[in-house]
Structure formats: C-alpha cells, structure tokens
C-alpha cells in the first residue's frame, strides 16, 4: 500500500533507503510516495526518509516493510485425467515446497493453507473451492494435501488445487486435470426364460434383455450351434434351433 511522507521548512528534497527490491520512492513537489511491487525477497526492511537542503538540522522519520514469502512450488500431483463411474470417487494429490518449511514429516504447516477445486468448465475462477487435507504420511520435501471428490452426475469435470502461504494472495496449480464420469451400465432379462432345456432339432423359445445406462451394446457368448444373438436397438434378443 502507497506511503506518503510530507516534507517542508527548510527541506529541499529527501533521500529514502532501505527499500525492499521493486518498491520505489518518487518525489513531486513537496511529497515522497513509497509504492511498488516486492520481488525475489522476503523478510522485514527497515527504510528511512531523510531530509535534504540547508544546513539546518535534517528531518529523519521510516518505517518498516515486511514481505512475506510465497511457496517455491505448487502442484496438482495426481492423476492429471481419470475416468470413473457414476456415484464412485476421485482422490486428487496435490503438492507444494517452500525451502525450510516443508521438507521432512513435521506435520502441516500452520501458515499454508490448501483448497481443491472443481467445476464443470475448465476455468479455476469459476470453481467451487474446499479445504484439502494435509497428509500426515508424506515423508519427502514437498507437503502432500489431498481431497476426494463424489461427482454428482455424469458428464466431464474439471479439478485443481491453491495454495496461500503466510496470508498471501491464491497460487494456483499450473496444472488443471480432467475428470470423466460415465453412467454406470444397466442389463435386465425383459422376456423369456434365461434356463431352458430343448431336445435336439428344436427352437429355444426367444430370450430377450433390455440395456441400457451408458452401455452402447453387448457380447454374447456361450450359446449353443445354431443358437444366436441379434441386437435391435437396446434390445437383444436370443434364438434359433439347437443342432
């Protein structure tokens, strides 16, 4: 946030220090503006705002600037794509890493925070965002956090994972995975007798099942010589003479 100082009296101008990389002081009349952006640093910076001009006694006054790291590294680990079933799960991975914080098992930390997302179109400002899970499990450099996710209804799904570290804004995952949910098969026996027992040289009497679901078609096998299977629509009907 801008910083203005005021400066007078005697008071030509001001030298200002101690600024933390791509934060800047620009002058205009007689106001200094301490704005900017910090970059590739983190930590407190002490500034000061010193007055020039006569040989009168200069005016110092400052302040301190503290820049909070973000994480080196976040990720959608895992699966990238999945496809499952109609009232069935995805457990998504996602991973981060911060120099001195995340490495080896000593929990979650208390300034990271996770959230999972998800929506229907690939578009993270539209997703739906959930506090992801730390796993306490995870031995390596990076934090593990992880969230299964139960589709309502079938179609295709988009997920990802941010991350906020020591109150900063959202970093969001590069990587944004893709999940397609199918409508789970449907097979019944409509008409007819699925046992029967024919002589020689005789017709079985017609065996049809109904599907349906997400199923396109089906296979039939096992039928004895002269016995076969046609499919009409979502109808399969079973017939013939046994020879």
């Known amino acids: 946030t801008s910083i203005q100082y005021t400066f007078g009296g005697g008071a030509t101008g001001v030298n200002v220090s101690g600024l933390p990389a791509g934060v800047s002081a620009n002058t205009s009349g007689n106001t200094v503006t301490i704005s900017g952006t910090p970059t590739a640093q983190f930590g ?4 000061t705002v010193t ?12 302040g301190t600037i503290t820049v909070r790291s973000k994480l080196d590294f976040v990720s959608l680990y895992s699966p990238l794509s999945s ?13 981060v890493y ?13 300034n990271i925070v996770a959230e999972f997302g998800y929506g229907t179109t690939n578009n993270t ?7 992801a899970n730390y796993n306490p499990a995870n031995t390596g450099n990076n934090d593990e956090y992880r969230y299964t996710y139960t589709p309502p209804t079938a179609g295709t799904y988009y997920y990802s994972f941010r991350y906020s570290f020591n109150g900063c804004d959202w970093q969001y995952a590069p990587q944004v995975g893709t999940l397609t949910v199918d409508v789970p098969h449907t097979l019944s026996l409509t008409s007819g007798s699925n046992t029967q027992a024919v002589c020689e040289g005789t017709a079985i009497a017609s065996i049809q099942y109904t599907f349906g679901g997400g199923a396109t078609g089906v296979n039939v096998s096992g039928l004895p010589t002269g016995v076969s299977a046609s499919v009409s629509g979502n109808v399969v009907t079973i017939s013939g003479i046994v020879n």
Do not use: K, M, R
């Not at 407190?44 to 500034?47: G, Q, V």
């Not at 007055?51 to 400052?62: A, H, I, P």
């Not at 496809?83 to 991973?95: D, F, R």
């Not at 911060?98 to 929990?107: D, K």
């Open 83 to 95: 496809s499952i079933c109609l009232g069935n799960s995805l457990t998504a991975i996602g991973e």
């Open 51 to 62: 007055t020039t001009g006569n040989s009168c006694t200069s005016q110092t006054l400052g």
């Open 98 to 110: 911060e120099p001195n914080v995340t490495p080896g098992a000593g929990g979650a930390n208390p």
């Open 44 to 47: 407190s910076f002490n500034y």
């Open 125 to 131: 400002a539209s997703f739906t965002w959930v506090a």
